[in-house]
């Protein structure tokens, strides 16, 4: 039996394509006739807080779909890679993951990671944005950019996320965003219910 669909997550490492996923699945699930709400997961406590009380509010006042971009994943696996004790970091985020857990029984949540090899592509990403917005690019460290993927792979065998299903999408170097979008949507049909989802796009 398909779960129920209200909370959607999108998470992954810089310029992976996190944004532009969730720009296209919610016009996707605008298309369809699905209400639906973007929020930005800053990568701090605080902000996935914020985003869990706003995701709260939303909910109890529509019937629709909330888009996360980033997630408490991320977060995780870079304190995990920065060898902070295990005891520490369950003890750091047991309320995030416990407000993660009842939205995800309760509400219906679908964690999707995005993953990528080529992080040439993230940069060349990252820096185009920075022209675009005529800001300065991020500085990326691809050691550790490489640690936060291959952890971000695996993330289904932490102790601590036994409860939540993460689902792994592993992008191409040079796979268009609509192919990783079309992805993106192939699971959620596979997984979860939610209004419209089942039409004729895409198939």
Known sequence: MKKKLNIINIDGPQGVGKSSQVALLKNYLDSIGVKCKVLKLQGNIPSAIDCIHQTYKFLEEADGVLITDGSIAEMIQIDINSGIP???????????????????????MANILLTIDDLEVCKQRIEKRAKLFKNEPDFIDKKLEKELIDGLKIFNNYMFTNNLKFHVIETESGEKMLDVHKKIVSILKENYQVKSLHSEAYK
Do not use: F, T
């Open 86 to 108: 295990y005891l520490e970091i369950q003890e750091k985020y047991r309320e995030v993951l416990h407000h993660y857990e009842v939205m995800y029984y309760a509400y219906g």
